[in-house]
């Protein structure tokens, strides 16, 4: 059986449609193709319209994993497919930045088949430990190094390590890039990325959006 990723939608999502920014669109799109065609991804906390516009999204395609759009949090997700809290808790692992130990492939070994993310769009930069709502509900927990990485390079991270066995400091990175549109405009992310040469793996299309959002913020 292959790996199962939550992703927890940490913002109040309002329910109107198009409430899901489209960089997180990108991101979570991203996620089916870096976890792989075996893994199923559970995305939680979302809004009637959030859920089903992102079902519409995310058919079943070859070579990415199997996705699903829940209104439920993750601890009623839980609840229905692992048991009763507190003993299902502890089979769901939380990637948490501030975890006393790292992410290891023998955490893939029969430890851990679940692996639980955060995502918030207000806390990240500077980072404002969102990590902690999830955190105080109990989980196990594992960081993966002392960066901040975004949600998509956290989960592909993960699968690296557990499901291809590569241990998380021989994975490349690239730490805070400079996105480079022409000679006169550019940004930093304020993140660390999984590096494909001296690039950081960005979701398709998430370099156009970061330039139109630029060109956006010069319109007066
Ligand atoms: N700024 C928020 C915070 O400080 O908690 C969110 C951080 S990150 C953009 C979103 C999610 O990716 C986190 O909730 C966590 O699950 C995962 N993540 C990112 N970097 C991580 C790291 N270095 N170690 C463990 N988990 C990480």
Known sequence: MGFVYVIEHMEDDDDTPKAIPPWVELEYAHMRSLAGPEAKIHFTHLSTASSSSLSALFTPKPGLGDAQCHQDGVLQ???????????????????????????????????????????????????????SELRVLGFPTRHLG??????????????????????????????????????????????????????????PGMRELLHEDLNKSFDF
């Open 77 to 131: 997700l839980i609840t229905e497919q692992l048991g009763e809290a507190p003993t299902s808790l502890d089979k769901v692992c939380l990637l948490d930045p501030k975890a006393e130990s790292a992410l290891s492939p023998e955490d893939g070994d029969g430890r851990f088949q679940w692996f639980l993310f955060g995502v918030s769009y207000s806390g990240d930069d500077p980072p404002r430990d969102r990590t």
């Open 146 to 203: 002392p960066v901040q990485m975004t949600t998509d390079t956290a989960l592909g991270v993960t699968k690296l390590v557990v499901q291809d066995k590569i241990p998380l400091d021989e994975i490349p990175y690239v730490n805070f890039p400079t996105i480079v549109f022409n000679p006169k405009e550019s940004v930093e992310m304020p993140f660390r990325y999984i590096a494909e040469g001296s690039e950081p793996k960005l979701p």
